[in-house]
């Protein structure tokens, strides 16, 4: 006798995940850098990226990868950096969750 389990994967696109730091903003003078996020019920993995000095006139995307986890470390030169992270799970994305922050050391 065959057991079928159906899984419904989580509607998350309404969703937002919530950035905890760096904060929209900050100044930071230490290296590294970590990002780190609350987990978002539902979501699998997450999608960082790093742009300097924005996603819109993006000189350079310094980070751009895919986790399970909450944060991630990323040793980065003085500058203007625009972060932001996604909920993803096997069917729904979130959208962004965006944050500015610069280094000045």
């Known amino acids: 006798m065959a057991c079928e389990y159906i899984t419904e994967i989580e509607d998350i696109s309404t969703k937002t995940v919530t950035i905890l730091a760096p904060s929209n903003e900050t100044v930071l003078d230490t290296l590294p850098v ?9 979501s699998e993995q997450y999608h960082l990226q790093v742009a300097t000095p924005n996603f819109n006139n993006a000189a350079r995307i310094v980070v751009d990868t895919v986790m399970s986890k909450t944060n991630y470390t990323q040793t980065l030169s003085k500058n203007s950096y ?8 096997a069917g729904y994305v979130t959208d962004y969750t ?8």
């Open 34 to 42: 970590t990002f780190t996020w609350q987990a978002l019920e539902g």
């Open 82 to 89: 625009e972060w932001r992270v996604q909920g993803k799970n």
């Open 98 to 105: 965006t944050q500015k922050f610069s280094i000045e050391k």
